[in-house]
């Protein structure tokens, strides 16, 4: 092999993705992968009802079969000391009275509250053998009526899920201000109003749930293999849960992670289960979610239903707003999903626009379905999807165009501070929506409209100019909102004698490229390779402090790594200036090399690496050897990514067909790192917003609350041959509130595209609303009934 | 899955030999319909019998005017057949819309007529092309085959070794895709014969049947534009989440119209 000189990395470079290669030749390295001596496994008994009391469990028929090696009831459970799955964030509703929380038992105890829902648990030789005994634990069930709907659950003669929280209500929570809201729609000459369904999602990891929990006895620790985008995050809370004595008796690995999009940051009570289960038979325990018990029992995303009103003037301007949405919790309150629904949702229902009065209120209503959390977005989408379709009802209600109404009521000075708790730091909404006007060739849409009809297909544009919060924080401001976690990342970066850095960070990669991204970044201002730089994540034995990956938090993991270069190079600077014997702040930096301009001397980053850890061209009582530096970074405030989509759709009248022909974005990420990385992140979340409009919808039978879409026969999971070539640009205003200017990108795609696609069929159907998913059969009826209306 | 037993036998005689001898034995193929049904524990077979490379099952032939297809064939195999595509050109483009990639280069034609799902593809252009089922103990025609919804006239332990189609340059198939699976939602066959037009429809939910008021009314020299729902039972449709009875019923009457429109 010739030797090749390695890349350096520098920002802003289309990088191809270092990680790609060993995970496409299957090198890969997943939970399930690892088998560990004395391994058993565990499948779960799961309720085939939606809302039942459990009476008597017989588990002796199981227990005597072959290879089973326990038997774990939520009695059993509760009995041990195991603490019960708790809401991560602390809500509290209009009348100041706390959120009313379900108790939720990681395996349930008396009451089920949605289908497969975790009974029993058993554990056995081998996967089938535990497969086998969980067919033959028989539960006694009385059923009850279960409730799907939000609003009959709300009702008078609905059934109760939870004995103290009457009504199924978990909260009623306000933000902004009714008084001023009123009053801008007492002064409002215009006014439009929605009522709007967000439905349900199956988040669909390509890799399923999974845990391998191993107990040790002797010391009273445990190592749990957790797929997981927060593994020090869990490593706190299942210590408490589980009632283990410190940090120092968990572990928590988390390594390759086949995809997450926000349903491997909650704590799930199978994997509670399985780490008990761990230590109650002393052998390590595995389990692997099936594909079933993924729809089941992952985390599902949205499920809004809402109502809300937009007051104007005659010029279109926007005077004030007031929205009201259910939101479906499911049988219990999931990890953040209380934050989802508030913090994260009503605080971004103004979009780019300054409306000056607000007032929105989240109710949090408990169903027979399975837990609801964050999913791609979480919040966002939601408020996109509100704010983009009243937009897009007020040019029709004004006469105006589709951009000319949102130009009208941008947001134009920065820092802006919304009425909605959120400080939007920097944008140029105009700039990007005249960006994205221009990729999608808005001029020439009537003559392609025209050519469409002369094909008998109707053909509609739709607009959406979304603006969304990343990269949380800072923590004191969570803390002030109910937040029960830190939101700084950190970094540690470690210089080895030969030259090489290990970076050790607590966010965690799956899928959003950081080995890439860090070593670019680093590589960049050290001046070594970018082949000499290795992260290190996932394991608390290794990074003891983080917050994982969620919310498109890039920017402040990569920020601490930036304050940790500094540190190095600036503690280099003074191993220098000892070398050339000069005063270390007439030493340069740049590029790989310390150059004191007085003497003309120079010293590569690698020699002063070397004399580092050498230790002997310095006094060490006076500047200590090797070359380590640890930063934290919390940020000042969220970011604000920003962006306009433009879609275009073409419908088949006769059958009701959409199909999206065009799709063009214009984002405002910050600086971009890596724009390869950054439009596949772009890519992705258009298709499952895209996907979201049109084919996906997670469906509960009304009466039974089965989930009648369990398998990918029935849930439409979007393809790449249903999606057009998208076009896209970048147009950032970097942040100020981190030092790389850097916004995020990870969610922006699935937050813009479900209104600009609903906006599109709108305008080609020219009604009002339709809800998504936009389902054939659907448009075709609407299509009958404008066929009728003509 | 539960545990069970597997056999590749050698021979078309041993295949038959296994199964008569286990009631719960079961024939698989490519085993694309019949994997997801184990994997999900709703079928439980003591014994799996591998038909797949078994050489009575295997070939496309082109025989007196048509072409033989033996049961073991891959979807793909049919797709990419230069013997298929020159003598019926519908057969090979359906075969190439079935499913996935990795679905088609393992499902089979035997496997897929054999369950006879009432959203498959290939019941539609049997029942309209007029195609005949030879199996272990008998020729049968597709009228006679296709007995409702995943059932046929295969009596136990029966095996289709082959399928024999007559050769048609004038047919064609429109599959109007359910959304999330791909099964057709409705997938409708047309096939111009000697002795007439003959359009069969998939996905209806009884199982495949012939529209026969259509066939009747352009034999008759009525218009294509004058097919119209309307001549269609609703009764051959049922609902589900993905399109209503009402729904499908209309798809029908589409997609047939523009079937024809191609082949006229
Ligand atoms: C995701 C997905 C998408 C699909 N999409 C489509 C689609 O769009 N259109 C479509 O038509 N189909 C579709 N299919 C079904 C696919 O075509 C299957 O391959 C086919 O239905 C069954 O063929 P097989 O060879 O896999 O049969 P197997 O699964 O092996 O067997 C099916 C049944 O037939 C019996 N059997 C098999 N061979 C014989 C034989 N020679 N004689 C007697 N009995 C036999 C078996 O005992 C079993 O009961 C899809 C399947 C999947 C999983």
């Known amino acids: ?790 | 899955m539960y545990e069970l037993a597997y056999s590749r036998p050698a021979s078309l005689a041993d295949a038959l030999a296994l199964l008569a001898e286990d009631e719960g034995a079961q024939a698989i193929s490519g085993g694309q319909t019949l994997m997801p049904v184990l994997r999900a524990r709703l079928a439980m077979p003591s014994r799996l019998v591998d038909l797949l490379k078994l050489p009575e099952l295997a070939g496309i032939r082109a025989v007196d005017g048509g072409i033989e297809i033996g049961a073991a064939t891959t979807h793909a195999d049919v797709a990419a057949s230069g013997e298929v595509r020159a003598v019926l050109p519908a057969l090979a483009d359906l075969a190439g819309g079935i499913g996935d990639p990795a679905i088609r280069h393992r499902g089979t034609i035997g496997g897929s007529i054999a369950n006879n799902d009432p959203a498959a593809c290939y019941p539609s252009a049997l029942l309209a092309l007029g195609a005949s089922i030879t199996t272990s103990q008998r020729i049968l025609a597709a009228e006679d085959f296709f007995t409702g919804m995943f059932s046929t006239a295969l009596e136990p332990g029966e095996i289709v070794t082959a399928v024999r189609f007559p050769a048609c340059q004038r047919a064609r198939y429109i599959k109007f895709r359910n959304p999330a699976s791909r099964f057709a939602l409705v997938g409708a066959f047309a096939a111009q014969l000697p002795s007439g037009t003959r359009i069969a429809i998939t996905g209806g939910g009884h199982g495949v049947f012939r529209w026969r008021e259509a066939e009747a009314h352009l034999d008759s020299g009525g218009t294509i534009d004058a097919i119209t729902e309307d001549m269609l039972d609703l009764a051959h449709f049922t609902g589900d989440l993905h399109g209503s009875a009402e729904y499908r019923h209309h798809i029908a009457a589409v997609i047939v119209r523009r079937a024809l429109t191609a082949l006229a």
């Open chain 1, 1 to 790: 092999m010739t030797a090749m000189t390695a890349p350096m990395g520098k920002f802003g470079q289309s990088v191809k993705r270092v990680e790609d290669s060993r995970l496409i030749t299957g090198n890969g390295r997943y939970v399930d992968d690892l088998v560990l001596p004395g391994q058993t496994h565990a499948a779960f008994v799961r309720s085939a009802y939606a809302h039942a009391r459990i009476g008597a469990i017989d588990v002796s028929a199981a227990a005597a079969m072959p290879g089973v090696v326990k038997i774990l009831t939520g009695q059993d459970l509760v009995d041990g000391g195991l603490f019960a799955l708790p809401s991560g964030w602390g809500l509290t509703s209009i009348d100041g009275t706390p959120a009313r929380v379900g108790v939720h038992h990681a395996l349930a105890v008396d009451t089920v509250r949605f289908v497969g829902e975790p009974v029993a648990l058993v554990i056995a030789e081998t996967r089938g053998q535990a497969r086998d005994a969980a067919d033959s634990v028989f539960v006694e069930y009385e059923e009850l009526p279960a409730v799907v709907d939000m609003v009959a659950a709300l009702g008078p003669d609905a059934p109760q899920l939870h004995p103290d929280i009457p009504e199924n209500r978990a909260f009623t929570w306000d933000i902004g201000n009714a008084e001023e809201a009123d009053a801008a729609f007492a002064r409002a000459t215009r006014r439009v109003s929605i009522e709007l369904r967000n439905n349900r999602l199956v988040p669909n990891a390509m890799e399923p749930r999974a845990i391998n929990a191993e107990w040790r006895a002797y010391d009273g620790s445990m190592t749990i293999h957790l797929t997981h985008q927060n593994p020090i995050g869990m490593r706190v809370l299942f210590m408490m849960l589980l009632g283990l004595e410190s940090e120092n008796h968990l572990r928590v690995v988390s390594p390759d992670v086949g995809g997450g999009f926000g349903s491997k940051a909650p704590a799930y009570a199978e994997e509670l289960a399985v780490a008990f289960a761990a230590r109650a038979v002393g052998r390590p325990v595995k389990w692997t979610a099936e594909r079933t018990e993924s729809f089941l029992t992952d985390a599902h995303g949205r499920d809004h239903v809402t109502r809300a009103e937009l007051a104007m003037d005659d010029h279109g301007r926007f005077l004030g707003l007031k929205v009201h949405t259910l939101a479906n919790l499911g049988g219990y309150i999931s990890t953040s999903n209380a934050l989802v629904v508030s913090y994260m949702y009503a605080t971004m229902l103004c979009g780019q626009y300054a409306i000056p009065a607000v007032h929105a209120v989240v109710e949090g209503v408990y169903t027979n379905t399975c837990p609801v959390d964050a999913y791609r977005g979480a919040g966002r989408p939601e408020a996109a999807y509100v704010i983009e379709r009243l937009a897009h009802l007020a040019a029709r209600e004004i006469g105006v165009d589709q951009a000319e109404i949102r130009r009208r009521n941008f947001v134009r000075a920065f820092p802006h501070q919304t009425p909605l708790v959120y400080c939007y730091d920097s944008g140029d909404y105009e700039g990007c929506l005249d960006a994205a006007l221009r990729l999608a060739d808005y001029q020439g849409f009537e003559q392609r409209r025209a050519e469409a009809r002369a094909r008998g297909k109707l053909r509609g544009i739709g607009l959406s100019a979304y603006v969304e919060a990343c990269g949380i924080g800072p923590s004191k401001l969570l803390a002030s909102l109910g937040g029960g976690g830190n939101m700084w990342e950190s970094c540690e970066i470690r210089v080895q004698p030969a030259g090489s850095v290990e970076v050790l960070t607590g966010a965690h990669n799956h899928g959003q490229g950081h080995q890439t991204v860090y070593a670019q970044i680093i590589s960049e201002r050290f001046g070594i390779p970018m082949d000499r730089i290795t992260v290190v994540q996932g394991d608390t034995d290794r990074i003891q402090a983080g917050t994982g990956t969620y919310g498109s938090r890039a920017s402040v993991g990569l920020s601490a790594a930036v304050k940790s270069c500094e540190k190095i190079i600036e503690k280099g600077r003074q191993i220098v200036g000892y070398m050339l014997g000069i005063d270390p702040g007439a030493v340069d930096f740049a590029d790989g090399i310390y150059t004191s301009a007085a003497t003309n001397q120079t010293v590569a980053f690698t020699e002063m690496v070397h004399a580092a850890h050498a230790a002997t061209q310095f006094p060490t009582d006076q500047l200590e050897p090797g070359l380590v530096a640890t930063s934290f970074f919390d940020p000042p405030n969220f970011t604000y990514p920003a962006g306009v989509h433009v879609c275009e759709v073409e419908i088949d009248p006769e059958t009701g067909v959409t199909e999206v022909v065009a799709f063009n974005a214009a984002d405002d990420f910050g600086n971009v790192a890596n724009p390869l990385i950054v439009e596949g992140q772009v890519h992705g979340g258009l298709t499952q917003g895209i996907a979201q409009a049109l084919w996906e919808n997670a469906v509960y039978d009304p009466d039974s609350a089965q989930l009648m879409t369990a398998s990918y026969m029935d849930y439409g999971m979007p393809r790449a041959d249903s999606l057009p070539e998208f076009g896209l640009a970048f147009w950032p205003s970097p942040t100020p509130v981190n030092p790389l200017g850097m916004k995020g990108c990870g969610e922006a795609g699935a937050i813009g595209s479900p209104p600009a696609v609903i906006n599109a069929v709108c305008d080609a159907l020219g009604i009002a609303h339709v809800d998504m998913p936009a389902s054939p059969e659907k448009i075709w009826r609407l299509c009958q009934e404008r066929q009728e209306a003509l």
